[in-house]
């Protein structure tokens, strides 16, 4: 009982999934990479399968392995890092499509696994991953002949709906896919709030399924309650935690609880955040530590049991903010020792 | 072979551990909360048992029990949040010993394990967890009529060495344990380094095993390497990542390595790190990514499959510098995408 315990809404997941699903007329897809961004690839991706969703990403083939483990045969899987050598027998094994980056991926892929699935990735100006315009003039013919599953590219920009960049990779991306047959794919989350021309035939939610921004209308899917372990009373000009950076003014009451920067709570929001007790916002007092953090509750009427840090209200992008970084961040964080509870089903 | 490569050097580790235990004349402790620092509590704790350690601590029960899976029946493993609500069978079956915390703590253990190992914490200003004076003026006769395994207590500026309230949490310490026979501890690794005055019968050191500040002296235990997915030429003006933050100046050439924030990778350090391949620097370009980082290669002699993160002479206090945290954040932030490896055992 003193870990802290991380429930997941797998209902608002869901409704997440379709309200993005219903700003579009074409395919929707899902990205459950990185552990379904830290809340368990597993049962996210059976969610997800069961609101609507048929083809999921993945960004390195282990993991396409273990979301293959939860969906079962059936569902796409593709992998966003494409295929890496030695990763022909995962990737064969388990049915996955790698997505392929480059010229020395497609031969790769060709001579390893001929006839196996496969899909493209265009870079259309973000330099990270994809085949550059030149590259993949001199390999169209060749790919287009073995019948990829889709085209993709990827927007570096997409959360800045007014950034120059965005019509500069939309103009890139329908130039290097003009008469292609298979689904093209541009946009995730951000993406498809930019509107219709983004959609193409398939998009690739990731963080709006989850409560992030720039989804502004999502639910939150991720709430997260830590143990009390004790609670006391600090005198004015007492100190609370490492390096004594937070002192008492006046008498104050300090819970403990059970969890720190070792959890995925970063050190750095610790000054701006606030745990909270019902509708009651208690103040973190003192550096966050591995395991522990102090809060001051002088006033609630009785000690807390527990205290809030996710809520509907203090999402994932309130915690980013005072850490000074994104909710995809805080996300992918969140540790591996909590006790993980699906709610919501 | 997408996932990144986390090698842990066992034989650095339990060097760093004889090295600790050599600057005193008492018994020395080992810190394997968090995972083991985020290393792997089993190949740690089963690595510092070789090395001589008989008496480990772990954060939560939870962490507890697995150190016991590792270690078997013997060397004492102590929890630091205490006996917790829900934790007696946790406790008892495997053997466990709660740092009782408080009052409640007591109570709580006296009634549901009678005759089970404890020990005590008491707060010597830290304000964290522990017995306060007062409560423990009333609770001593009590307590130590039960034979708890030790005392301990800890400080909250042992990094510090010059500050005040090191001298202030010695001296409530040895006040607070004036004439009681079980061992007494107060120093963890900050610790040990203030001199004997702090060491008592006991030390309890965490980060300095695993290669952190402040114990200057620590060999580096963790090395990660990167895998390249692909490199690529930009010309002058190409930009790369999200938001386009970086613009190449000159003719440059990118490599898209596999690993990102999702692996513990903090945004934050992005603008101020560099990979390495052997002994050549390779400056991070544009934002880092949740499963991706792109890196500038443009002056090596040959395409890199790999490039290397942590290394014997940048460490997680070089990236904790970078990203304006502490080593300890970097190391248990190490993402459960890795594959680790243990050499040197």
Redesign the interface.
């Known amino acids: ?3 802290a315990s991380l429930t997941i809404d797998l209902g608002a997941l869901a409704a997440n999934w379709k309200a993005l699903d219903a700003m579009t007329r074409c395919e929707t897809a899902a990205v459950v ?3 379904g961004y ?1 809340l368990g690839v597993a049962r996210v991706a059976q969610t997800l399968a069961t609101a609507g969703a048929r083809r999921f990403f993945t ?5 396409g392995a273990a979301a293959r483990k939860a969906l079962g045969p059936g569902p796409e899987i593709a ?4 295929h ?4 022909a027998d995962l990737i064969g094994q388990n049915d996955l499509t790698p997505v392929l ?2 010229a ?2 497609l031969v790769r892929h060709l001579e390893s696994l001929p006839g196996h699935a496969f899909a493209i990735q265009l ?1 259309s ?5 994809g085949m ?1 315009p030149a590259e993949w003039a001199a390999l169209r013919d060749i790919a287009l002949a073995q019948g990829p599953s889709f085209i993709m590219s990827h927007l ?2 997409a ?2 709906p007014d ?1 120059a ?1 965005n019509a500069q990779q939309l103009a890139a991306f329908t130039e290097m896919t003009q008469d292609v047959e298979c689904p093209r794919s541009l946009s995730a989350t951000g993406g498809i709030l930019l509107g219709p021309d983004y959609h193409f035939e398939l998009t690739r939610p990731g963080i709006g399924l989850y409560g992030g921004l720039p989804f502004a209308a999502a639910q939150a899917v991720a709430h997260l309650s830590l ?1 009390v ?2 609670t ?3 005198a004015p000009g ?7 950076t937070w002192a008492a003014t006046a008498p104050t009451r ?1 819970a ?1 609880v ?1 969890a720190g ?2 959890d ?1 709570i ?3 929001m610790g000054p701006k955040t606030s745990l909270w007790h019902g509708g009651v916002e208690c103040p973190i007092r ?1 550096r966050i ?4 953090i ?1 809060v001051d509750v002088s006033h609630l009427d009785e000690d807390p049991q527990m205290l809030d840090l996710l809520t509907a209200n203090q999402t994932v992008d309130t915690l980013a903010d005072a850490a ?3 909710g ?2 805080i996300l ?2 969140l540790g ?2 909590y006790s993980r509870r699906y709610a919501g089903a």
Chains 1, 2 share one sequence.
């Open positions: 009982m003193t870990t990479k990185a552990n830290g960004a390195v083939a282990e993991e992998v966003f890092s494409g890496m050598a030695g990763d980056n480059s020395d991926q870079d100006g973000m330099n990270r991953l550059e570096a920009c959360d800045a950034h960049m143990p372990i004790q006391r009373e600090l007492e100190t609370v935690g490492y390096g004594n300090i403990t059970a920067y070792a995925g970063h050190r750095a003192g530590s591995m395991d522990l102090g000074g970084t994104i995809y961040e992918t964080s591996g020792r």
